[in-house]
């Protein structure tokens, strides 16, 4: 799969770790920076072109990384056809999950859940809340899990990517 990453600063350290471990996993990996540490740098001068790397097909997937996630995936979310997730930590449902009544004590359901439901095609990571090796497990099991297709699904995403 083709993925793209970047980070800012806070990111930066596990920016570099994740792509060598994502190569290692057999993903072509583009990395849209930061290429050095810089403490002053401003996120979307790099979130903007990984996103718009998965928005206009060059790469199917993109991975991204700051302090909390937050800033990173409203910037990744401002590109049509991008459809950002984020992660900042384990969250385990209080109650149904979805309309089969599944109740779920996974802590990474919402990660699942971002791909089943909402085809999520970017992954923002909270590099001041999850650490290295949780980062892996998650990002591992977003790129395994399918969109699930079903219509009710297709039509609401279809209605967010509708400004392409």
């Not at 109650?95 to 791909?115: K, M, W, Y």
Request: glycine share 10%; proline share 4%; aromatic share 8%.
């Amino acid at each position: 799969m083709k993925i793209a990453v970047a980070s800012d600063h806070a990111g930066f350290e596990q920016l570099g770790i994740l792509q060598k471990w994502l190569e290692g996993l057999g993903h072509e990996v583009q990395n849209f920076g930061p290429v050095t540490f810089q403490p002053d740098d401003d996120y979307p001068d790099f979130i903007f072109p990984a996103a718009e790397a998965v928005a206009t097909g060059i790469a199917e997937r993109a991975i991204v990384l700051g302090a909390s996630g937050q800033g990173e995936a409203m910037a990744a979310n401002r590109l049509g056809g991008v459809r950002c997730a984020i992660y900042y930590g384990p969250a385990v449902p209080k109650g149904v999950v979805d309309v089969s009544g599944r109740v779920s004590h996974d802590s990474h359901e919402i990660v699942r859940l971002s791909r089943l439901h909402n085809d999520s095609n970017v992954l923002s990571l909270a590099a001041r809340f999850v650490n290295l090796e949780e980062m892996k497990q998650v990002v591992k099991l977003w790129l395994d899990i399918p969109f699930s297709n079903e219509e009710r699904h297709a039509r609401r995403i279809k209605k967010l990517d509708r400004g392409i």
